[in-house]
Each structure stands twice: as structure tokens, then as C-alpha cells.
């Protein structure tokens, strides 16, 4: 006999709100309402995990919500603080400094979060452990951001939002892409090696104090242009993250579904052993990610907020809702869909983005046993 899936609870609630009651007053009534006070949190360091934003990107979610969740682990008398881990493209959050900057910028600080913002993989984003993966087929062990790891306690708190490869951006992501180091960022996405632009390259050998393999060498009739050996290299990034010059990159990108596959077992090396908790905003859903310096017009009217101790279950959640919903017109979804070469998949994601491939995530989230799929709503008004 099969065994039955476990069905996990996931709590959902609307934008609406009365007279005298702000958003995020109501945020906190429903992450209490789904259990978040049933966890010890007395004296113990808890990450809130968030995106902060790329600068010139207006789609990420609102310091101000940070700031509830972080006076309810106060209130439980947790010591919270906001991470995330440095980018491995270029950008405005490739190394710690750059990426407390954007976040300041951005309006999170700790008079508007109450909390310290920690960049949970150093300072060049080489500050990581390598967490065993449980049920892994893909990565043996994820290299997660130390901050993150030390921690007790684990909170996801997401924007929802479509990805141009991984089809939305949800819990897993926000968890499995967002808490990898460089390296890991590298493992997820990488299915070959970096490369150096030797326009770019200044011969500084700052790639080769970093790289583990001893891969790296200097072309000296080429003025000491760095070159990686592919006989070498294993491909763990922390060159990309050494350059200060963005002359080495790498642009062998895995399938979208092994990517999803990949995210899924980096979120299991981070919740798995710990109290964890997840909250997904579906707000402001842009077509891609916020990563971009900008923000396109959302795809989908703001649905509401959700929580739950599953990530699987709540990003399934927030995929029905988002499906039920209807496209906005002028929007990159919209428009795809009122061209005359318009081929309906009959799935918001991939009408929005047609190469992307989400489903396989939580297929894999599931099988490795992170969460379930199956959940009961519990809608509170």
C-alpha cells in the first residue's frame, strides 16, 4: 500500500483591512494564528532570510514587514537578525559591503527592521560551511552562508514572485538560491566553469589567493592575464567572488529543471535539524526576479499573505492562488497573452516566461522529504 502524503497547513489571509488596522499589525496576527509563538525562541539567534532589493529594482517587499516578524521573535524573546548571501553575478549586493549598502538604501536599517543586518557569507562571499544534504541526488553537501547556519532558529520571509528561470520565486528559492554562498550559488547554477574576460582582467592575482585547485595562472606575455585551467578548476566560484573587476564569469547555465532540483536540496541542508517557519507576499509580482535593477509591471493583482512550518506546501499554495488569479492586462504576462503567436500552457508561469520550469522543484522538494505538496488553506479574515 502507497504510503499517504502528509497534508500540512497553510495559512492565508487577504490585503483587506479595516479602519485603524495596518498591514502589518495583520501580518502578525496571522503568522501567530499558523504557530510561529510555539517555538522557543528565549535567548536563541534567529535569521530572518529576505531579499533586500537590487538597487533600482521597487518590487521587494517593505522593510516595514520585516519589522513585524522581527518584534514577534522579540516579543518570544528571540534575538533576530535580517540575511541574505552575496550575489554571484555583478550587480549592487556582490560583496557584503556593496550589499548593506543597497540594503540601507533600500530602507532596511535598524530603526526601520528593529533588528542588525547580517551579509550571512562574509565579506566577499567565501564565509561559508558545507552542510551535509539529506536524501541529496544532486549536491552532496550546499555550501551555505555561516551566518545562516549558526543561527538556531530559520525564518523565510519571501516576496512571490515569477523567475525567469526557475518560473516563481517562492520559500525554496528564496531559502535554496538565497542562503548559498558564491560557491553555492556556483553549484546550483553551474554545469561547467568560469572563464575570464581578459579585456576585464587587470592581472591583480587576487582569483588565484582564493581558488582552492590551484587553477588559476597568468599569462606573462599577455600582461598577466589570469587563465583557469578546466583540467583544474572545480568549479566552486570563489574566484568570481575574489574579482573586483567582473572579469571572470561563467555562462554554462544548468536546465531551468535541474536548477529547481538543486534549490530544493540546498533548502533541505538549511532547514533541516532546526525549528524553521515561512512566510510568501504575494505582492507586486513582477515577471522576474529581484535581482533585476528594475521591476516590470506586475503579472498578477496582490493575492495576500501566507504562512506555514512547510515550505513545500506554501509555495504549492501560493502557486494555486497565483494560478486563479487573472493576468493584468498590461503587463509582460498580459501581453504574451494577447499576441496573435500566443500558445496558451495553460500555466501563469509559463505563459509569463514560456523556457522556465518550476513544477520539478517542488517535486524534488517533496521527495527529499522537505515538506508536502498537499495542504489544507486556513483562511483567516
Not at 226 to 243: H, M, V, Y
Not at 294 to 322: H, K, R, T, W, Y
Amino acid at each position: 500500500m502507497e504510503k499517504s502524503k502528509t497534508c500540512s497547513k497553510v495559512y492565508f489571509t487577504d490585503f483587506r483591512t479595516g479602519l485603524g488596522v495596518s498591514l502589518p499589525a495583520k501580518l502578525q496576527k496571522l503568522i501567530k494564528k499558523a504557530g510561529i509563538e510555539s517555538i522557543d525562541m528565549d535567548g536563541k539567534f534567529v535569521a530572518i532570510k529576505m531579499h533586500f532589493g537590487e538597487l533600482g529594482n521597487l518590487a521587494y517587499l517593505r522593510p516595514n514587514y520585516a519589522k513585524a516578524v522581527a518584534d514577534i521573535v522579540k516579543e518570544q524573546g528571540g534575538l533576530p537578525f535580517l540575511t541574505d548571501c552575496n550575489t554571484l553575478y555583478p550587480g549592487s549586493r556582490k560583496h557584503a559591503l556593496e550589499h548593506m549598502d543597497c540594503a540601507n538604501i533600500n530602507g532596511f536599517n535598524t530603526v526601520t527592521t528593529g533588528c542588525q543586518i547580517i551579509i550571512a557569507d562574509g565579506l566577499r562571499g567565501t564565509d561559508d560551511i558545507a552542510v551535509p544534504v539529506p536524501n541529496a541526488e544532486y549536491c552532496q553537501e550546499a555550501y551555505i552562508g555561516r551566518a545562516v547556519m549558526d543561527a538556531d532558529i530559520f525564518i523565510s520571509l519571501t516576496h512571490f514572485k515569477g523567475h525567469e528561470q526557475a518560473g516563481f520565486g517562492g520559500a525554496i528559492k528564496n531559502i535554496g538560491m538565497g542562503c548559498g554562498s558564491r560557491a553555492g550559488k556556483m553549484q546550483q547554477h553551474n554545469s561547467g566553469q568560469p572563464h575570464v574576460d581578459t579585456e576585464l582582467c587587470r592581472g591583480c592575482k587576487r582569483c588565484a589567493k582564493e581558488c582552492g585547485s590551484n587553477a588559476i595562472v597568468y599569462d606573462a606575455d599577455n600582461g598577466n592575464k589570469a587563465w583557469i585551467d578546466p583540467d583544474k578548476c572545480n568549479g566552486c566560484g570563489r574566484c568570481i567572488g575574489a574579482c573586483a573587476f567582473d572579469a571572470i564569469s561563467n555562462n554554462n547555465w544548468d536546465a531551468a529543471s535541474l536548477l529547481g532540483r538543486k534549490m530544493a536540496e540546498y533548502t533541505a541542508a538549511v532547514v533541516t535539524g532546526r525549528p524553521c517557519f515561512h512566510i510568501s507576499l504575494i505582492t507586486d509580482v513582477s515577471p522576474n526576479c529581484d535581482c533585476h535593477g528594475e521591476n516590470d509591471a506586475p503579472i498578477l493583482p496582490d493575492i495576500g499573505m501566507l504562512a506555514s512550518f512547510d515550505p513545500v506546501a506554501l509555495d504549492q499554495a501560493c502557486v494555486d492562488l497565483c494560478q486563479k488569479a487573472e493576468p493584468i492586462r498590461n503587463s509582460q504576462l498580459g501581453d504574451n497573452m494577447a499576441s496573435e503567436h500566443f500558445h496558451d500552457h495553460g500555466d501563469h508561469w509559463h505563459n509569463s516566461n514560456p523556457n522556465v520550469s518550476w513544477e520539478e522543484t517542488l517535486e524534488h522538494a517533496e521527495k527529499i522529504g522537505i515538506g508536502s505538496r498537499e495542504y489544507e488553506l486556513v483562511i483567516m479574515k
